[in-house]
């Protein structure tokens, strides 16, 4: 498996993205997994552009994002890393990787 690039989106790219991103990194390590995983903070304007495996953003910019990626994780709050493992969890066992 090649890595797995995810990026983690809000609206300007810089506060919530970030935070998310750290929490992202934090959910996947937990799984352990055989391949690794760059998690990458971006704004959505930016994210248009850049190739990736996975978006995580909130439902205000899930939209957009699916059209950008086929791939989107919908969070309600980036604080809650119980639900962060869940979709992530949920994410890596449809796509096969646990």
């Known amino acids: 498996m090649k890595d797995l690039k995810v990026l ?4 300007a790219g810089v506060g ?3 935070l998310l991103r750290m929490n992202i990194n934090d ?3 937990a799984f352990n997994l055989p391949f690794s995983v760059k998690v990458e903070n971006t ?3 930016r994210a248009k552009g850049v190739a990736c495996d996975l978006m995580v953003t909130f439902e205000s910019f899930a ?3 699916r059209k950008c990626c086929p791939d989107v994780i ?3 709050n980036l604080m809650d890393k119980k639900e962060l493992k869940e979709k992530i969890g949920e994410y ?3 796509k096969n990787l646990i």
């Open 27 to 29: 959910a996947f390590k």
């Open 74 to 76: 919908v969070i309600q």
């Open 16 to 18: 919530t993205s970030t």
């Open 8 to 11: 983690t989106v809000c609206g």
């Open 63 to 65: 939209g957009e994002a």
């Open 92 to 94: 890596l066992t449809g």
């Open 43 to 45: 704004s959505l304007s």
